[in-house]
């Protein structure tokens, strides 16, 4: 029986550089070593209360002194808007600084990102913002060393911050540069143990929905793929695990590490789809976590894009294939036969619907979005690299069965 | 049917950095925007001869001068020595160049890293080897540009370059950092078409050899396994092709480069086995082409690591999953059955004696290699992070039966 296999013949691509990863349980120790390499002047930016009340900054900070590391800290309770990074990056502009440390989720891997390029720029970040400002990053930047303590974003790999101010007329806009894909990425699974189900679920999903989008992007290529769907076989065995009975077991945490991580280095070369492209308008104008976004819209859209694809006839049929062959990961098979398309892709929806009742994504309706947001959404949404083309009316759709 | 997955649990892993990595066919073109970028004042490393005769470096010099780039060049003929590198160095320390740019095999681009991270220090390569010298080299370098004209070593994705000096006492060691890694590699596809069929199979076996010794290393990581399986699959579909019908085919030469690139990523990243433990030596003692090593190595030492494999039971017959994989692979399997694993073990075997004898690899004896040779030989070789310990005797095995 021979397998189904898709991308035989290479398209030209471009592959920027990833950070140097260090991956395991326990290598958060490493940063002591590492930080002298750069210099003893070092700001970190960390998250609003969990860090500390894990009292894994306590044992960072006396590492540190013990270390004779200078070093200076910021708090980040939530996704950064310009005025924050404004701020910090003001404060700190003149202090000499070496190297800049980010220790938390998505939010705080921004924000350091953000800042660390910010401290060689003498005026607002809302000036480089994508679609905001009219001036171009140059990619100076302090050099910058992520750590996720979730497994969401895949910030630690990535080459954009996403800035967000909130309200009717707010945004959701990326500063990018190839130069801001951090130095080097420390990926330590027991940083991500004490992370709450809720906050998992929602990251986990984010982080499937980038790794699917990239996958079946009009813009992939073979690294990319096969990054992809390594990701997304890990991702798969373990995100029901990682939160519920396997939330504490470090091997379950390492996978969903891994997968994010993945997810993060394959946007960046691979970009994304639909949600994303919703989730950018969406997370503009309602307080409301962007892996809440992506989880809750993962499996409406992937539905309407395969119904789309169906719609196209045998070119839509061979574009399908793809999608097929995550439904056959999904349920532990790693070749599709070709008459099997059209069922794997039901599998594909199936098991989405399935995580997403499992993990209890909440709807959009929770956080205030109603019907009659829905126009203006999809006004503000962009396709981004999406596998097929949407109508105004299927957007719409995709919004409407989550509210 | 349940396919066999190995690598569930996640090891602690690090993984360097990758070049910025550009791909495609016509490519070459990107290089005139991208050397402004460094500055004006460029070092070439070309072959020979064959970049000159195929008029490609006619057209790059005229691309050069309509950009007045100021660039010199040197030309490397063979594997290059220590004394090359220094005395290319010492020509090229002080004229302030902005970016070393390397097109050609192996050969070339090992020969331009070397040279980029010699025109920063003032002493000889020899001191910075290793295993020859006693000093470390600290990664400053000027930037360089990796061009490969050949698929086959993946020295435009490696942190390492081959410095030989053949004789009785000759030695084939490497200089090594992170920062050797290129700034850039443009993998040019459409640059492959005129290599010659016993290079580019000597070139494509070495490639093969890489990927495979890479995916079974002990030192393995998911992101490595996913790399060389993804470059085995491509180089598979395509070796014999590129070396016949296909060598003018943009898209089968393609496959190669993409197959060659991905193992220079793996290996420097998971390390290598028995047969490059044993190419050293051999490369110190004899005029040998590197990929005809490997080439002619590669059939038997597999054979020789299944048998030893084999006799270690059932924790050996868990670590033969991996060579089972690459066996089914080679016949269009992207899965194996639990009982399928020594089938398919043999499956490897015969088709890499298959490619042997189709690409005509030449054996050792050819190149004044002895029976009497074999003991030194074997005196000298490592097992590197081969995937089982192999006895003295088996390793003169491998050798023996490719005289």
Redesign the interface.
Known sequence: ???L?VN????????????????????LNELYNIIPKFGNNVLFVIGGRSLQQSGIWDEITSNLERKSINFSSTSISSEPSPLLIDEVATKFRDKALNLVVGIGGGSVNDAGKSISAMLTKNDSIKNYLEGVGDKTHDGKKIPYIAIPTTSGTGSEATKNAVISEVGPDGFKKSLRH?NLIPNIAIVDPQLMISCPSSISAACGMDAFTQLLEAYVSSKG???T???A??GM??MA?NLLLACSTGSSDV?VR??MA?GSL?SGITLANAGLGIIHGLASPIGGMFKIPHGVICGTLLSEATKINIEMLQKLGSEGRKRLKKHAQIGALLT????VEEGMIYQYCSKLIETLEMWTNELKIDRLGKYGIKSEDVEKIVEKAGLKNNPVNLTTESIKTIILNRL
Not at 8 to 27: Q, T, Y
Not at 332 to 335: A, E, P, Q
Request: charged share 15%; glycine share 6%; proline share 9%.
């Open positions: 029986m021979q397998s296999m035989v013949m290479i398209p030209p691509f471009s592959f920027a550089r990833i950070p140097h990863i260090i991956f395991g349980a326990g290598k190839d290529n073979p690294i793929d096969t990054f769907y390594s076989k890990y065995e091997n390492a996978a891994y993945l532990g098979k790693y070749h």
